[in-house]
């Protein structure tokens, strides 16, 4: 795919001049010109003191920036990188694109916000010392750093930003350029919401579609290695499908269990669920690649293994996206 994004403005503040700046796939035209950088600290950033701005004007249209402390959607994100190393931001820091950061059209600089990936319900912490992205049709510009740290592959991306104000420790960290441990996962009913919402949205150039309709998951099968014969409440027949478990037919062989991968190096595995059901196993694991083992009287499903947390972290998400709400993350020892 190949975008051409054009954007310009201006930003009167008390001595930040900003110009329009717009991204897709990690490439981005324009760049803010910025007057001298904040007094330095040990890192050499600071967050003090904090740029609002008065309202500028891109195009047709009008920003206005303001502190909302409760600041809270979904779009569209995008992402840049090497092209703007070493110049400076919005508000007179050097851009690193190693660096957990953003842009953002309104916020204040600098700003934190969670920024959640809705294919997944990955959530990271990023702070915005910069303006843009000025396409009109996305929410928020991902620095190469916070973008691989989210595990957003593609040029643009539904996700949802939410300001926050975390400790101080992790402030720090996030100057200095290193990222922080990731947030919880976005629950399953949550991100259907979520999902619903960005459907609404216009969808952005070089997208070729909208998200996915949310279908409504099934409950969670038995995923517990206390479980006997005959607890399983539901079989999984494939995506968003499921009926009560029935009397097996006598003629009817289920499927032999898929060995269990192996993967020299892999040392995380998602654990999906254990069932009575061998013919269950096989169901759920082909519902999410997984892999079936046997284990004492019950059939376990899982998912890997992973060589990093992160990677587990994306199949996790993937799991419960399949209704297995009590998947989980192990290390393989």
């Known amino acids: 795919m190949k975008s051409i994004v054009k954007g310009g403005g201006l930003l009167a503040g008390a001595m930040v001049m900003l110009a329009g700046c717009g991204s897709f796939d990690g490439k981005r035209e324009g760049g803010p010109a910025a007057g001298p950088a904040p007094a330095s600290a040990a890192s050499g950033v600071v967050d003090g003191p904090v740029k609002i701005g008065d309202p500028y004007k891109v195009g047709d249209t009008t920003y206005t920036p303001a502190d909302v402390a409760d600041y809270d959607e979904v779009g569209y994100a995008s992402w ?20 957990i950061s953003a842009a953002h059209k309104t916020l204040p600089l600098p700003s934190y916000v969670e920024v ?15 303006r843009g992205p000025m396409a009109n049709d996305r929410l928020i510009d991902l620095s190469r750093g916070a973008a691989d740290q989210l595990g957003l592959s593609e040029g643009v991306s539904a996700v949802r930003v939410r300001r926050t104000s975390p400790p101080a420790a992790e402030r720090a960290q996030l100057r200095a350029g290193g990222p922080v441990r990731e947030r919880i996962a976005t629950p399953g009913s949550l991100l259907a919401i979520l999902r619903g919402k960005v459907k609404d949205l216009p969808v952005p150039k070089g997208v070729a579609a909208a998200p996915a309709p949310v279908v409504a998951q099934p409950a969670a099968p038995i995923a517990s290695g206390k479980a006997k014969p005959g607890d399983d409440r539901f079989i999984v027949e494939g995506p968003g499908t499921t009926k009560p478990a029935a009397k097996p037919a006598p003629a009817a062989k289920p499927a032999p269990a898929k060995p269990a ?6 040392k995380y595995v998602v654990q999906v669920g254990a069932f009575s059901s061998e013919a269950r196993a096989n169901a759920a694991a082909k519902s999410v690649g997984g892999s079936v083992a046997k284990a ?18 994306g199949a996790l998400g993937k799991a419960k996206a399949k209704g297995f709400r009590d998947a989980v993350v192990q290390r393989d020892r």
């Open 296 to 313: 004492g009287k019950l059939w376990r499903v899982r998912m890997g293994p992973f060589a990093s947390d992160a990677e587990a972290q």
């Open 80 to 99: 840049y990188g090497e092209e703007l190393a070493g110049r400076p931001t919005a508000n007179g820091e050097t851009f690193d694109p190693a660096g």
């Open 116 to 130: 959640t990936a809705l294919d997944t319900g990955r959530t990271i912490l990023v702070r915005v010392n910069d």
């Open 261 to 266: 991968q192996t993967v020299i190096g892999g």
